[in-house]
């Protein structure tokens, strides 16, 4: 979506819910022109390259950001664009949820007890890595009411579904949109767990006003009679680097914390900015420390354009074992995904490696049955996926470099 859209979204918004904040307001209108834009570039040809790489990944981020970025290294290394990202390594798509090939606009199924539902495609601010970028930087459209309508139906009839995950994009980029769809999933007696990922608490932490931090808290239905029957909603955040949880960051996660809501952090592993035992303990010691979950520890995807920030996938092993050894609250969920699902690492796992071109290939008997694959998600196995003898789902996951 462009600015021009932004804008629109803005306008619109703020006519059909008079509390809704002007986006635009909080975006950098032109990061082209923008003092930080250039900073990995040494040379002219650096910038050359980089303003081919804003073509292809387009560069967006927050005033905010932009005041974090000035402090920090890390921050500046997940917003700005690098020279290196024109390399090809990886694939454009290695999740593919919410594209229009989908049966139902937006909603995405790959696992029998949750579906992912993706109101709105677009963020304010784009991280480098993001391994939706073939959909998050496209403008894509969000989906319609009708679509909600369709999709929360669609979820209506999945006896087996508990779970929401309502994904993006942005998700409050549309408060209009996103409070529509969670009136209408709250109607549903087969959902009980809903999740709304979110990077805004770190690129634009002020729009969480009370008024917006009460209305998410009500979806917080607990059901004294009956407790079976109660119903949550907790925030996946996104926090990679101690040095993101600045004051403003803190006091609004702390205002939807106060509020009953469950923030669970879902960090990335990124090379040259958290791939060290000490960086994760202090994230996930702060984290704790302020109300927030660590949740999970995902190994960087093998989206193209992020191949810089990749590590192998045992270098975040190292990490996950050292944090074994301390206290049991900052040990999260340490994962991998193969366009077939999460592969979850444990202290003793061994990675069954396939040599290839000068990186490695690992290979993966997953926890899922291909037919429940292919039944669930109305879809063929994804590429470098095949089906075992026994019927489970054999996956190729691409690792990453160390150097
Ligand atoms: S916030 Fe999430 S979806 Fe948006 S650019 Fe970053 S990684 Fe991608």
Redesign the pocket.
């Known amino acids: 979506m462009g600015k021009e859209e932004l804008d629109n979204v803005a306008v619109n918004h703020s006519a059909a819910t008079k509390s809704l904040p002007v986006w635009s307001d909080k975006i950098i209108k032109n990061c082209k022109g923008d003092e930080l834009f250039y900073n990995y570039a040494a040379d002219r040809n650096d910038k050359d390259i980089i303003e081919m790489v804003n073509e292809k990944y387009p560069v967006r981020y927050t005033v905010y950001l932009k005041k974090l970025m000035k402090k920090s290294e890390a921050i500046r290394k997940q917003f700005l664009p690098s020279s290196k990202e024109l390399s090809t390594i990886g694939t454009p798509t290695p999740f593919e949820e919410g594209k229009e090939t989908s049966k139902t606009y937006g909603l995405e199924r790959l696992y029998r007890d949750r579906v992912l539902m993706t109101p709105f495609f677009d963020?304010p601010?784009?991280?480098r890595?993001?391994?939706?970028?073939s959909r998050?930087?496209r403008g894509k459209r969000g989906m319609t009411f009708e679509e909600i309508d369709k999709a929360v139906t669609e979820v209506g009839k999945m006896a087996e579904a508990r779970g929401v995950l309502i994904?993006?994009?942005?998700p409050l980029m549309d408060q209009e949109k996103l409070f529509y769809l969670l009136d209408k999933i709250m109607e549903l007696d087969n959902i009980s767990e809903i999740r709304v990922?979110?990077?805004t608490l770190l690129?634009m932490p002020d729009i969480y006003s009370d008024e917006l931090c009460d209305r998410l808290a009500s979806y917080i239905r607990p059901n004294f009679k009956d407790p079976s029957k109660s119903k949550y909603l907790a925030i996946n955040v996104?926090f990679n680097h101690p040095d993101e949880l600045a004051s403003e960051v803190i006091e609004s996660c702390h205002k939807l914390n106060s509020r009953g809501i469950t923030l669970r952090n879902q960090a990335?592993l990124l090379k040259g900015i958290n791939d060290n035992i000490e960086t994760i303990k202090e994230l996930f010691s702060m984290l704790i420390r302020n109300n927030m979950i660590p949740y999970y520890f995902n190994h960087c995807m093998p989206v193209e354009g992020s191949d810089h920030l990749r590590t192998t996938v045992q270098k975040g092993l190292d990490i996950y074992k050292h944090l074994c050894t301390e206290s049991s609250t900052i040990i999260p969920n340490y994962v991998y995904a193969p366009s077939g699902g999460k592969v979850h690492v444990g202290p003793d796992t061994k990675f069954d490696y396939i040599p290839q071109n000068g990186t490695q290939l690992i290979r993966i008997k997953m926890l899922y049955k291909a037919e429940e694959f292919r039944r669930l998600a109305r879809k063929e196995l994804p590429p470098m996926h095949k089906e075992t003898e026994d019927g489970y789902i054999q996956g190729i996951y691409l690792d990453g470099t160390d150097d």
């Open positions: 963020c601010a784009y991280c890595f993001c391994y939706k970028k998050v930087m994904t993006g994009g942005e990922g979110t990077r690129n996104h990335v």
